[in-house]
Nanobody, 121 residues
Framework: QVQLVESGGGLVQAGGSLKLSCAAS????????MGWYRQAPGKQRELVAS???????KYADSVLGRFTISRDNAKNTVYLQMNSLKPEDTAIYYC???????????????WGQGTEVTVSL
């Protein structure tokens, strides 16, 4: 089974920084697109940032210039460096990855368990 394990969340004051990480493990042939989503209480899940295998990245307008997504393909790991955090960034952050398993005919989406980020005033 494929597993995505997230870490790095926590409580931080506004203006502070956190770095999230998400490592994929298990029976994996390749990892294609990876991304970070977040869901605040009472709100729908939204895409924060995504990154292709070659490094091309996209960001939500709300985090552009503050967050940086990166990946280490050798480690099947994606990171989200979050700077200048705002209370509006408070949410559970979920890692997502498109993964091809050995013998599988196509890619499949996998999700991490979520890591909480709380930004106080």
């Amino acid at each position: 089974q494929v597993q995505l394990v997230e870490s790095g969340g926590g409580l931080v004051q506004a203006g502070g920084s956190l770095k999230l990480s998400c490592a994929a493990s298990g029976s994996i042939l390749s990892v294609n697109d990876m991304g970070w989503y977040r869901q605040a209480p009472g709100k729908q899940r939204e895409l924060v940032a995504s990154i292709a295998r070659g490094g091309g990245a996209k960001y939500a307008d709300s985090v552009l210039g503050r967050f940086t997504i990166s990946r280490d393909n050798a480690k099947n790991t994606v990171y989200l460096q979050m700077n200048s955090l705002k209370p509006e960034d408070t949410a559970i952050y979920y890692c997502n990855a498109q993964i091809r398993r050995p013998l599988a005919p196509r890619l499949h989406d996998y999700w991490g368990q979520g890591t909480e980020v709380t930004v106080s005033l």
